[in-house]
């Protein structure tokens, strides 16, 4: 029998992160969503004006046979700049931090032990500001949010934001000698 996990984590517009670790072997199931707010039940609108507390973020369901959580996580800190507080590129504000919404106890120990590692010997200048908090309620997105990339790839967000950074998670599953789904 496989060892079923799961995660949620925010790295900026969840169309990003849903692309990416769709491609990843061991991964079940990417679903697009809200999290880290005060707000039951948001909408996207509501959500993209920033004054929910919530974080766009993907919940992923993985095979730990397969797949650690540290290894998504490094896949995550390889596709997004955790160094930059409340924004990945262009898009600004709470809803698209840095998150890691741990759903163990465990999960939290290893982001936290991930974090301090790349802090020390990471690739970034900056520190890293990666919010970590127990995940309470995860609120699925709507239904024309799921895989985004796969139905719009070749909208021009889709092509400036969101493939540069399936290029990094190739790259690096490249030289990491993984080979994705």
């Not at 039940?41 to 993985?62: L, M, W």
């Not at 959580?69 to 931090?97: A, C, K, S, W």
Request: with cysteine.
């Amino acid at each position: 029998m496989s060892r079923k996990d799961s995660t949620t984590l925010g790295g900026g517009c969840f169309w990003c992160l849903e692309a990416v670790f769709e491609m990843v072997s061991g991964v079940s199931r990417v679903k697009s969503g809200y999290t880290g707010g005060h707000v039951t039940d948001p909408s996207y609108r509501k959500v993209c004006g920033g004054s929910t507390g919530h974080a766009e973020v993907v919940q992923i369901a993985f095979n730990a046979d397969i797949i650690t959580f540290r290894e998504l996580l490094e896949i995550f800190f390889v596709v997004h700049d955790p160094t930059t507080l409340n924004r990945q590129g262009n898009d600004v504000g709470t809803q698209y931090r840095s998150v890691i919404f741990h759903h163990t106890d465990g999960q939290r120990e290893t982001a936290l032990d991930l974090i301090r590692g790349l802090d020390r010997d990471g690739p970034w200048v900056d520190p890293i500001v990666t919010e970590l908090a127990p995940l309470e309620a995860f609120y699925p997105a709507e239904e024309y949010h799921d895989r985004y990339f796969e139905r719009n790839g070749e909208q021009p967000y889709c092509q400036v934001v969101i493939a540069p950074k399936i290029a990094k998670f190739r790259e690096h599953v490249m030289n990491q000698g993984i080979s994705p789904t």
